[in-house]
């Protein structure tokens, strides 16, 4: 922010400074008499028309963008970077041409008119990184560029008013929810100033490359391989494919899949930039009795339809938009026995009660595979921890899973995605709060299950099924000088953790909970000293990866209590502090405050995450995340936080007093 300001400060300041050169210099006779006369007076000299607005124009349409830096133009039209600056400087005094500060890049210029035709929002594209900048983007633009390009940064927290850069990697190109590739220019046009041929071309190029190889189902029942053209088969197939992938050639264009290397086949095409469509016929599994009884929203029925196509797919949507109520009318749908893994026992459970709740199915034919059961049922529910153990293999063989759910498949272990690499027959349907994987595992889940579906956030929360949070973050001081020395002269691990368990956060939370006495609240934090602190200091139960599973059932279960006046009131629990075990998934619906107190140093998944509990349909909620001032939790807190608000949430700042 204050980078930007400085720019513009020194640009004006030059531009001011060398036309006062320029006048004093006329003064004294000087030979570049005429460009200072034409700072004076536009209507005559050459090199007034030098910098005309046509002049500017011919320099953009040079240079095939919509925007230019006072180089650019200079080289165009071959005068130097200090006379294209000047000039411009007097366009824009002018009120002809616009400057915009792009953030690391120097400021770019384009002409007012454009920025006039659309008020409020601005796009800037820049073809050649394939990168667009948009100022004040409205939500259709947002939504539009969601389908086909990836949302790197925002230049600020406040998402109403500061730059947003997308990229257009050719992954995003290859996951793109459209038909063909018209569909997908059209939507890119649709957003663009102008038309880019080459950025048109690459696009059509990526989107070629996803559509060049296919898996189907031979009519006698094996894969097969099936290139766009011979020299894709030799050139591609058979330089990544071996005799483990790749049984025999059929035809020059055909190639017969081991059945057991259809994940690997896929892995090794995507990665050498050909992402197969996967076409065959999927087991179905013996049939299952259950019918959805619940409505499915909108762009429920949207998931669960282009999963049906698709056949394969990962829900991707906010906590609590309704991904498992989607999933269960998915089971409906497909019809055929399922399993379902989930990272814990406790959402096991809630998979559960989810299942009996919005379904006919008879809970008989439900079963629970974790530490303490082992019921294999029509409709199973494993953890992933028990499905990646050796001696479980059984949970895969002994019944004819039709589809596979993986529940916050990012969590996926590596031991579930050998196992499941062969269960690629089945439907697979994966679930996830986290569209971004900041340990690359991308390509993996895109592989191992298929496309995301229904990535796009900001249509959920404008329709209100998601409560849009409101976050703050908090700069907490060091509470002495001591702690600041302490810091000062820490390393690595030990700053890190210093800076999470800053004493003053105690106080900030003592603070936080008693401005909301009425709300439920959950304090997060990574250290477990740290946790009981807090919970010693105010008098708070805390949950730790230690706590009992049964203790952790109680208090989860007297903090979901309403506690009316009548009965439980003792029982009630309004507060609890958490260690990372209640990081993820469980449910408590009635969490209005969340104060993250530690845990900045963790993956941006666990930021959106840990507001994600709050977001729920239910009452209002608040996100508070501490963050100790002048330590690298700064950082991290506004990288945290303005990956929410990519996400349309809204985020504000604020600093504590000494
Ligand atoms: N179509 C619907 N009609 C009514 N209620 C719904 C519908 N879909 C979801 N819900 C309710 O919204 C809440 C959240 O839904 P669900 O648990 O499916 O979300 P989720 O995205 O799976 O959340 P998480 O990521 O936390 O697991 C639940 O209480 C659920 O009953």
Known sequence: MTDDTGDTDTAAGDASDSAAGDASDSAAGDASDSAAGDASDSAAGDAAEDFSLDRFHEALEAEERPVATASEVARRLGTSQAAARDALAALVDRGDVDRLDVESDPVVFFPTDWGRLATRERVVAFPD????????????????????????????????????????????????????????????????????????????????????????????????????????????ADQHLDDDHLRAPISETEAWVNEDAVAAVKRAL?????????????????PVDIDLTTDLRGYQETWVETFLDARSGVYVGPPGSGKTVAAIATIAAVGGETLILVPSRELAGQWREELLEHSTIDPADIGLYHGGRKEIRPVTIATYQIAGMDRHRALFDSRKWGLICFDEAHHISSPVYSRTAELQTKHRLGLSATPVRETGSEEE????????????????????????????????????????????????????????????????????????????????????????????????????GETPHRERAELFRRFRDDGGESDSDRDDVDALVVSRVGDEGIDLPNAELAIVASGLGGSRRQGSQRAGRTMRPAGSALVYVLATRGSSEEEFAQRQMRHLARKGIRVRETNVAE
């Not at 100022?135 to 633009?141: A, I, L």
């Not at 559509?211 to 088969?233: C, I, K, N, P, W």
Request: hydrophobic fraction near 40%; charged fraction near 30%.
């Open 129 to 236: 990184r394939r990168e667009i900048v948009v100022d004040r983007p409205t939500q259709f633009t947002r939504a539009r560029l969601s389908q086909f390009a990836h949302l790197v940064d925002t230049t600020g927290t406040d998402p109403g008013t500061r730059g947003y850069l997308y990229r257009i990697r050719q992954e995003d190109v290859w996951a793109a929810p459209f038909e063909d590739a018209d569909g997908l220019i059209a939507s890119l046009r649709s957003v663009l100033p102008r038309r880019f041929e080459h950025l048109e071309e690459w696009i059509r190029d990526q989107w070629r490359r996803a559509h060049r190889f296919r898996l189907y189902t031979h009519e006698d029942g094996y894969v097969v391989l099936q290139a766009a053209s011979e020299s894709l088969m030799g050139n591609v």
């Open 270 to 286: 995507y990665d050498a930039g050909y992402p197969v469509e996967d076409d065959r016929d999927l087991d179905v599994g013996d």
């Open 445 to 544: 889940i895109y592989t191992l299950i298929g496309r995301p579906i229904g990535a796009d956030w900001d249509e959920l929360f404008e329709a209100g099924f998601v409560q849009e949070p409101e976050v703050e973050i908090r700069y907490v001081p060091w509470r002495d000088e001591m702690a600041r020395n302490e810091y000062a002269s820490a390393d690595g691990r030990e700053r890190r953790r210093l800076a999470a368990e800053n004493p003053a956060k105690i106080e900030e939370v003592r603070y936080l909970l008693a401005a909301h006495r009425d709300k439920k609240a959950l304090v997060f934090i990574e250290y477990l000293d740290q946790g009981e602190a807090i919970a010693d200091a105010l008098g708070v139960p805390f949950i730790s």
